[in-house]
Each structure stands twice: as structure tokens, then as C-alpha cells.
């Protein structure tokens, strides 16, 4: 064979080496992008909703402006925690199971628009239900500080109206999530005085349920 021939074999045999080894890594690179999604731990993709509520940021001129109709809840302030006029949106139930909406931020208080207003308790709805979040990726949610309270501690709601009604914490509880009784949730710690409940997460984070492996549930009654 010419030599000429041997050194055109030689390249031809590297450039196809080369090919062959640009495929197989091609192939495990976009495997790998789709098992694990555009680069990232399933960890990762989990806590990025978590992460897209710390940029919701509540200015102070958005709190000090928020409007509402005047027989729902306002702000929620607990002094003991350092919760001042926190703001409280209206949620509903959201997917299949019907699950609890959450605020769309970490600042902002949650309001079930299918339990009571404060002091329009009406048969069938003896207790209001709050949710929010305690913390996101890079900052602390309003509920962070939740599991300080203790029964008696104070809980403050402001009306659209203006008008403030004070609870008092009758119950707290930390269950594991599988646990909660969302049915409780919905009624007074005391059958005779309107109520008012609150869920937050608690616990450690569970990567493969998404979620936290407890809930902090809080029941409070009207004192005034």
C-alpha cells in the first residue's frame, strides 16, 4: 500500500474516532439533561418554587394599600412573633385532592374564603382557616417564628372595615403530615366561640414528597 494511502487511513480512522466519541458523549449529556432536568438535581427543580416566592417580595407601600371588602380579614399581626399587619389574601382549594391554596409569596397571610370571617361565624362556619408559608429558599417565611406561641399567646385580626378582633390560642399541635385532620381545621377549639386556626409546614424537608414531614396547627378562640 502507498504510504500516502496508509497516512490517509490513519486520519480518516482518528476522524471517525473522534465522531464516534462526540456521539456517546452527546448521548449521555442529553440523558442526562432530561432524566435530571436541564442540569439540575431533582433536589434542585423541588425547591425552585420555593425559591421564586422569596423574589415576591411585599413592599411596605403595598402592605399600608391593601384593600379588602369590609367583613374579611385584613392583616394579621401576633405580637409575641413580631408578625405587624402582615397582609391576608383570599385562597381557595386548588388540584385534584383539593388542597389548601398557599399565598403566592412568603410574606402574605392566607384566608380560606370557605371558613368564617372574623365575627361573621354562620352556621356551618364556626373557624376561620389561615395558611402561609414558614420559610423559602434564601429568606424566612411569615411564619417562621409560629412555633413560639403557646397557648394564651395572642393573635390579632384587622377587618376590612377596620375593626379588630383578638383570639387567644387554645391549641397547638405538630403532627406528622400524614396525620393532619383537615376536618378540625375547620372548626372551633371551642363550640361556643368563634374560632380561628392556622397551618404552616414544619419539621424537615422531604425531598421525595416535596414537602415537610410535619405541620404546625394552631387553634385559637375570639376573646373580644
Known sequence: MPKHDRKNRKVLWILLSILLFATVAAGVFFGLKFFLGDGQTNGEQQFQARNDLDEQVVTLEQTSAWEVAPDRPR????????????????????????RLDDPNNIYDVGWYMDSAGPGAVTAGKPAALYDGHNTGVNARGVFWRLGELAVGDEINIERGDGQTFRYAIAERSEPPLEQVDMSIMMKSADANIEGLNIITCAGEWTADKNTFSHRLLIRAVLTQ
Request: glycine letters at 12%.
Open 75 to 98: 392583616y394579621m399581626s401576633i405580637p409575641k412573633i413580631g408578625i405587624n399587619s402582615a397582609r391576608v389574601v383570599a385562597l381557595g382549594l386548588v388540584g385534584s385532592e383539593n
